[in-house]
């Protein structure tokens, strides 16, 4: 039989429904693996829905606006061979599982976990394949200036395909200890270094957006840690500069009106910026501590003369992974990274979050890299 | 992060005012068990619940258990808020502020207007609204109306935990006096609530639902009859945007009129009262103020000008509903 279930993709641990916003296909057409087929809003962004596999459309089953758990039947590819009575077999079929299927909240939730260093409460995401294999090196995942773990949203799930792999939240971020004594790039390095080695982890590919890019990299050039591989998206360095405008905007924001505009700053496409992106960002702000611990990271880390400058050749093999249309960081000046094995890539239509926006092709450049 | 009712969310928000705060103390009746009780952990917590286990954490130099005297609770606090300490003064029903009017309207609210500046009213008062409790006319009203005329004090209603918790923790950090609306009926009602402590701005409007037919203002409780209403209409295809203020003074203007320039039309859903209650406050700003945007009357949806009657089927009437606010929306709309 070739009938195949198109369903809900999981888009990182945080995510157990969505709402199906559009369909690009149509009963009939043909798809593609990798093909944007459809589009579906979750509680955190919206984003396109990638076919995994290919064949022939032939039943529709999720309506556009319909919310629908994470993992549910959205349609049904198959061959003409196939009759309509096997489809609807396969349908029927298909609920049966998908009830028994225990991709529900609390497997999320399960995982999301807390570490205690010093006087600092440090959350984090923590995942691993059930089939992983011996000897896998682990990938860390470090967010940028105002983000949280929940920004690896569509990475996490590839990634975790293959890998365990782990996003932090940051102190002053997230989850985590909103008190922060040393916001320079530095101390968030050696912050991060002794948050892996509680997890007794030596060796970890690093991915890092913006600032946590230059954490990445300062961990690198200080050698706290072993870097198996450094992936860096939309890194703050030496040479370009980060926009200023979104740094005190985004400080300042106290209300969704003002929020909105600094959020929609991140994407090429400003409509991502979801109602409940900027609810959520406001309630983070919101909290005791937060304030201050983004001015001490904005006067200290984002200070251009702190981010990390690479007087050494790094020997780990780095990508660097930019937008096309990003507002944050910009410019053609030279990044002044060196290293032996150096890749850049430009992402289209990506803004300074490409890893969301455009997350096929960061996840494809990442696990290209982990698997080398 | 976890689900907490408004009363959890509440109850996190005075612990963690206190513990922060030393000037931060709570008064009222039975907050601590009892005149006169040795306010032991599992003290009553109030009439409603909302300070059990407060006095345990505390003692009773902070939770303070008053006389049955609504105009005593009230002239403590203002002239403890005076001195410097940071008072909860806890009212069962809003119904009882009639006998201390003064004491609010008249002292407390006129402290820093009169003295130049020179001194801070740092005062909460908590209190309960609401009808559909079955307890007859003098414990059901919603009076919030009264206290936002007022200028001097800030009027705070939250219909979720979320903002229960951040709005409380803002009007105890607040230098003015606030009185604070809690809802009977909605105590029980839990949403997500971070464990840490957080404040709300006053005058920031919550826009609980986008929509771009029809705007619906609606207040503590009636924001959940508007959003089942919006719920109900999005599916006949009418697109409903409901705002809910948080607070009625400071008031968010501008996140009410920027969504009637959008949607054209308004409709407010408000328990206070028939005549000159928020409804009519909210309908004449936007006459004033948005005139031109307007593509038809303004609906206002608050009970009929009567006291709360005491027949739960009369009272059952007396509520504005979701039914009443679709129906008042599809006739708009056609």
Not at chain 1, 273 to 288: A, F, I, M, N
Not at chain 1, 343 to 356: D, F, K, Q, T
Not at chain 2, 102 to 111: G, H, L, S, T, Y
Not at chain 2, 141 to 157: D, E, I
Request: hydrophobic share 45%; proline share 5%; with cysteine.
């Amino acid at each position: 039989m070739t009938i195949k279930a198109i369903t809900v993709p999981k888009w990182g641990l945080s995510m157990d429904e969505g709402e199906l916003i559009e369909w690009h296909i149509a009963p009939g057409d043909e798809v593609t693996v990798g093909q944007e087929i459809a589009e579906i809003e979750t509680s955190k962004i919206a984003g396109p829905v990638e076919a995994a596999v290919a064949g022939k459309v032939r039943r529709i089953i999720a309506e556009e606006g319909e919310v629908l758990p994470v993992g549910a039947l959205m349609a049904v590819l198959a061959e003409d061979s196939d009759t309509d009575a096997d489809i609807d077999a396969f349908i029927a079929e298909f609920e049966v599982q998908d009830v028994s299927d225990d991709m529900g909240e609390d497997a999320g939730a399960a995982d999301i976990r807390h570490i205690t260093l010093g006087d600092m409460d440090i959350s984090y995401q923590d995942f691993s394949p059930a089939d992983l294999s011996p000897g896998s090196v682990p990938v860390v995942l470090i967010h940028g200036f105002g983000g949280d773990s929940n920004n690896w949203l569509f990475n996490q799930g590839k990634i975790g395909e293959t890998h365990r792999v782990i996003a932090l939240d940051l102190p002053g971020h997230g989850l985590s200890t909103k008190k922060i004594t040393d916001g320079s790039i530095a101390g968030l390095s050696a912050m991060v270094a002794e948050f892996l080695a509680a997890l007794d982890i030596e060796q970890a590919h690093l991915v890092g957006h913006s600032m946590g890019a230059a954490v990445a990299v300062q961990c690198a050039l200080a050698g706290n840690i072993q870097v198996a591989s450094l992936s860096l998206i939309c890194p703050a360095l030496v040479g370009r500069s980060v926009n200023p405008g979104y740094i005190s905007g985004f400080q300042q924001a106290r209300t969704r009106k003002q929020l909105k505009p600094v959020l929609a700053m991140l994407f090429s496409n400003a409509q991502l910026v979801t109602r409940e992106l900027v609810d959520d960002v406001l309630k983070y702000k919101r909290l005791d501590g937060v304030g201050d611990a983004l001015r001490v990271i904005a006067d200290k880390g984002l200070g251009a003369g702190e981010l990390p400058l690479a007087e050494q050749t790094l020997m780990m093999p780095v990508s660097i992974i930019w937008g096309d249309n990003d507002k944050i960081i910009n410019g053609t000046e030279s990044h002044h990274i060196k290293a032996e094995n150096c890749h850049e890539y430009v992402i289209e239509n990506a803004g300074h979050m490409p890893h969301m926006e455009n997350a096929g092709a960061v996840n494809k450049i990442l696990t290209d890299l982990f698997n080398d | 992060m976890s689900k907490k009712t408004i009363r959890e969310a509440l109850n996190e928000a005075l612990r963690q005012e206190m513990a922060r705060d030393g000037q931060v103390i709570i008064l009222g009746e039975d907050v601590a068990g009892g005149h006169g009780g040795t306010g032991v952990i599992d003290a009553y917590g109030g009439p409603l619940g909302v300070t059990k286990g407060v006095i345990g954490e505390f003692g009773a130099n902070r939770v303070i258990d008053t006389p049955i005297s609504e105009s005593a609770i009230m002239g403590a606090a203002a002239g403890a808020a005076a001195t410097g300490l940071r008072p909860v003064a806890e009212l069962m029903f809003v119904d009882f502020m009639g006998v201390c009017f003064d004491q609010i309207f008249n002292q407390a609210a006129k402290f820093r207007y009169m003295f130049g500046g020179k001194t801070k009213t740092p005062m909460v008062v908590r209190t309960t609204i609401g009808a559909g409790m079955r307890t007859a006319a003098q414990h059901s009203q919603c009076l919030y109306h009264m206290f936002t005329s007022v200028p001097g004090l800030k009027c705070v209603m939250p219909s979720n935990a979320y903002d229960a918790k951040g709005l409380l923790i803002e009007a105890i950090r607040d230098d003015d006096p606030v009185i604070f609306f809690e809802n009977k009926l909605l105590y029980d009602l839990a949403c997500d609530v971070p464990d840490e402590s957080y404040a709300i701005p006053f005058g920031e409007a919550n826009v609980v639902r986008e929509g771009g037919d029809v705007t619906i203002v609606a207040f503590s409780r009636m924001v959940h009859i508007a959003e089942e209403a919006a719920k109900t209409l999005a599916a006949e295809g009418i697109s409903v945007e409901v705002i809910d203020p948080r607070t009625t003074s400071p008031l968010d203007e501008e996140t009410i009129l920027d969504s009637v320039e959008k949607t054209g039309f308004l409709v407010v859903v408000d328990e206070s009262a028939a005549r000159c209650g928020m409804a009519a406050d909210i309908a004449g700003l936007v006459v004033e103020q948005a005139f031109d945007a307007l593509r038809g009357p303004i609906i206002q949806i608050t009970p009929p000008h009567t006291p709360v009657p005491f027949s739960p089927p009369l009272e059952d009437a007396f509520i504005p509903t979701a039914g009443a606010v679709c129906d008042a929306i599809r006739k708009l709309l056609k």
